[in-house]
């Protein structure tokens, strides 16, 4: 599986250079060889938030023949042990575990930090880490607000460091295909986009004040965050739906529908931005919208829009994910997995591009595991040899800060006139408000 793994990745990666060439060596399997290969030009990692998604990708650079995974950081001490036995026979040397990950940050071994952490920890981590020296693969969303995305965009100048977003659509082939479809006039003029996410969530009841788990450094895992009081229904994943930490399904999933849209609409900033939705299907503690659209006008003409639904999951053509162009000539549509499909305007195929492997867009931690490897050997050659980030903290914040403002206006329930030169809410003082946050005292992003 994975030497068939590590073909695919060889097969589809634009630089030769990339990945070692090359068979399996008598006598090896395939964590060993790629520990033999180029193991003096491997890019050290330090895996930071290795409960769900982070062990997911832990095991996904992990089998990369130019990497090694030396620390394993978490402040649940069961997520770090299951963590290094998940990459057990993946690659030679076991990483070492931390639950603080700043102890790991002070090794100069280390060349990139992973952060697969809360939404609340993703931009104050980078920043950590590009001060200690450090590249940084940081999931999406890069930051829980605005104003932490413009610290992060200032810090990857200030400090030279590459710094990438986990929007893993950018580096899957067939949707880089799509793209320049899309942006070289295959559905004519395009004014129109629509992204979606459908899903089947259940409840998270209502939380009750309990004793930390012996297992959790409850103070560590609220890092920046102003302190709470620890209840028993905010962990693992049901973070998520809390404004303290989380930033709902729209940043949760939306993120990668909406970048899709405004990379393939060539758009930067809009002049106006409106919710409409709320918490509907259940009566528990849940703060963010289960059901959510999110429009967006701007200033070429053009609109796109997002819907979530966390709680029904019907398909939207088809699909539970995805995206559609609309054009002059046709539509185009990106679904979940890496393929398209191009129609005319009575809906007849003209042009369908499949994708043999398959992705689950539900799988909460690993829905791509194959492809998502080319995002991480783009980072990789950023860093070896300057090469063109896919999703660079510029590109990567822009797309985020696009459903940021759904969501803020979503809270102030009211639509948002937003400046097209730089994205910031106009004459809303309310508004305005929720473009950054309060941090714990001595947790403050600091330049």
Not at 34 to 44: E, H
Not at 281 to 303: H, M
Request: charged share 25%; with cysteine.
């Amino acid at each position: 599986m994975e030497n068939a793994r590590r073909t695919f990745i060889r097969k589809s990666l634009a630089s030769a250079s990339a990945l070692s060439v090359g068979g399996i060596l008598p006598g090896f399997g395939a964590a060993s060889y790629g520990r033999i290969i180029g193991a003096n030009d491997r890019i050290v990692v330090s895996m930071m938030g290795v409960n769900s998604r982070g062990k997911a990708l832990a095991k996904n650079f992990s089998i990369q023949e130019n990497c090694e995974i030396a620390h394993v950081c978490d402040v649940d001490s069961r997520a770090i042990a299951a963590c290094i036995e998940a990459i057990k026979g993946r690659q030679v040397r076991m990483p070492k575990g931390f639950v603080d990950f700043r102890q790991s940050l002070e090794n100069k071994d280390i060349d990139v930090m992973v952060i697969a952490a809360p939404d609340h920890w993703h931009a104050p981590a980078s920043l950590l880490a590009m001060q200690a020296g450090k590249h940084v693969y940081v999931e999406k969303p890069c930051c829980h607000n605005p104003r932490e995305g413009e610290i992060l965009v200032e810090g990857a100048k200030l400090y030279g460091k590459v710094i990438q977003m986990g929007n893993q659509r950018r580096s899957w082939p067939n949707v880089v295909k799509a793209i320049q479809e899309v942006r070289e006039g295959s559905i004519g003029r395009v004014y129109f986009g629509k992204g979606w996410y459908t899903n089947n969530r259940g409840p998270i009841g209502t939380g009750k004040d309990a004793d930390v788990p012996s297992w959790l450094n409850w103070d560590l895992w609220q890092g920046p965050a102003p302190r709470r009081a620890f209840k028993d229904n905010f962990l693992h994943y049901n973070w998520h739906w809390f404004w303290h930490w989380g930033t709902g399904e729209a940043l949760n999933n939306g993120t990668h529908m909406v970048d899709l849209l405004r990379w393939g609409m060539d758009l930067d900033y809009p002049v106006r931005v409106s919710s409409s939705g709320g918490r509907f299907r259940y009566k528990d503690d849940w703060e963010t919208p289960d059901t959510q659209v999110i429009n967006l006008d701007f200033a070429k003409g053009v609109s796109i829009s997002w819907e979530g639904r966390s709680c029904n999951g019907k398909p939207n053509e088809g699909s539970s994910v995805g995206v559609v162009f609309y054009g002059e000539n046709g539509s185009l549509m990106i679904p979940s997995g890496n393929s398209y499909t191009i129609f005319d305007l009575q809906g007849k195929v003209v042009k369908e591009v499949r994708e043999q492997y398959t992705i689950d867009p539900h799988d909460l931690s690993n829905p791509s595991e194959q492809i998502d490897a080319l995002h991480i050997q783009n980072l990789f050659d950023a860093i070896k040899n300057g090469s063109p980030l896919r999703s660079d903290v510029d590109s990567g914040f822009k797309s985020t800060l696009l459903v940021q403002l759904g969501n803020i206006s979503q809270r102030v329930g009211r639509s948002l006139n937003i400046d097209p030169a730089n994205g910031h809410i106009l004459k809303d003082h309310e508004a305005s408000g929720f473009w950054g946050r309060s941090y714990e005292k001595g947790w403050e992003m600091k330049l």
